[in-house]
């Protein structure tokens, strides 16, 4: 199976990041064809430091390498150095309704945020962000798409787009499928459990970074958000706050959510918050400490991007080709 999946250069990597999305990565690498990108392009559809922009590529770059994943096993490059995922971005862009994107959850949550900021301007980027992201998953005809739960409505649109450029022009693209775990897709704030665990929460409390300290870590989790019961029980809705921290203790233990509440059955909300808290430290420790390792080697970094460029773009031009016979654009 062919396997596509990447995340934002646009701050440090969360555990919701991590679970969701990458942890799964790695586990995928073994079987499966897989290329992973860092969406720089994307991620420049908010607002952005373009100087700082270089070392928070490296840094992704270190937590993909740190987390396990092999660059002999798989591709893994930078999104703007293959100039076919804004060209084929465009040609997809000729076909797609705008109410589709103006409906996207995703544009309305950003675009509710930029409006909300004095002087700021929702840009067309933001809105065409679904199309640039079928663009980056067509463009290698992929059957599965990793992902958290936020971009399952996105990937719907690249399936759509992909049976609608089919049908007008022909087959050319695999319809792609997302995958999702089916406990821990989403990943609450720690601070307000009904809304997702964000990279650009402005506060930085409502996320286990992976990078955390231990005091962060015990300092976060002791404060995070429960109810005024006393049961430890998974109940997403009535319970939001418990249910968040068996969904992590549960995904970092390997134990299923019923072993977790019997693990809890006669404990109370502040012995699962130390258990949970020690369990982080001594899963997050040893990735964080790779990381810095990483980090500080910017020649094998930058091979690793110069191995994966070369492989994915041997791909996007023949698919772009393809592409473009079909739509009656000159390959020249
Ligand atoms: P933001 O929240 O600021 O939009 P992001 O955390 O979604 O950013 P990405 O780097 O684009 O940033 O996401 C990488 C992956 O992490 C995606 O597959 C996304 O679905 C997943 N993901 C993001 N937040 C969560 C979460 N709270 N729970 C589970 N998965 C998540
Ligand atoms: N929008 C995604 C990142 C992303 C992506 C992709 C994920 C861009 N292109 C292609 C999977 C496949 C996000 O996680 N926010």
């Not at 663009?135 to 759509?160: K, M, N, S």
Request: glycine residues 4%.
């Amino acid at each position: 199976m062919k396997v596509f999946s990447g995340a934002q250069p646009s701050g440090k990597i969360h555990i919701g990041n991590y679970l969701a999305a990458i942890k799964n990565w790695a586990e995928l690498q073994d079987k499966n064809e897989c290329l992973f990108s860092i969406v720089d392009l994307h991620a420049i559809t908010v607002d952005y430091d373009a100087e700082n922009f270089e070392k928070k590529i490296n840094q992704l770059l270190a937590v993909y390498l740190a987390i396990g994943l092999d660059p002999e096993k798989v591709t893994i490059f930078l999104q703007s150095e293959i100039k076919e995922h804004s060209e084929l971005a465009w040609l997809l862009s000729t076909i797609t309704p705008l109410n589709e994107l103006q409906r996207m959850t995703q544009f309305k949550d950003k675009s509710e945020k930029v409006a909300g900021k004095s002087g700021a301007t929702i840009n067309a980027g933001l809105l065409n962000y679904p199309i640039l992201m079928a663009a980056d998953i067509l463009l290698y005809q992929t059957d599965i798409v990793p992902v958290g739960q936020d971009q399952v409505q996105h990937i719907e649109f690249a399936r759509t787009i992909a049976r609608k450029f089919n049908k007008k022009f022909g087959q050319t693209f695999k319809v792609p499928e997302a995958k999702v775990l089916k406990i821990g897709a989403k990943i609450m704030s720690l601070v307000d459990p009904t809304k997702k665990m964000s990279k650009s929460d402005e506060n930085q409390e409502s996320c286990i970074y992976i990078t955390d300290s231990e005091k962060d870590i015990k300092r976060k989790i002791s404060r995070s958000v429960t109810d005024s019961g006393k049961k430890i029980k998974y109940d997403a809705k009535k319970k939001a706050g418990i249910s968040n921290l068996l969904t992590i203790y549960s995904l970092f233990s390997g134990k299923t959510i019923k072993e977790t509440e019997k693990h809890f059955i006669n404990k109370n909300y502040k012995q699962l918050k130390e258990e949970l808290s020690d369990l982080l430290i001594e899963k997050l420790s040893p990735i964080s400490k790779k990381i810095k390792e990483l980090e500080g080697r910017d020649i094998y970094l930058k091979e690793v991007l110069e191995i994966g460029r070369k492989k994915a773009q041997k791909i996007a031009k023949s698919s772009m080709e393809t592409v473009k016979r079909k739509m009656g654009l000159s390959i020249n």
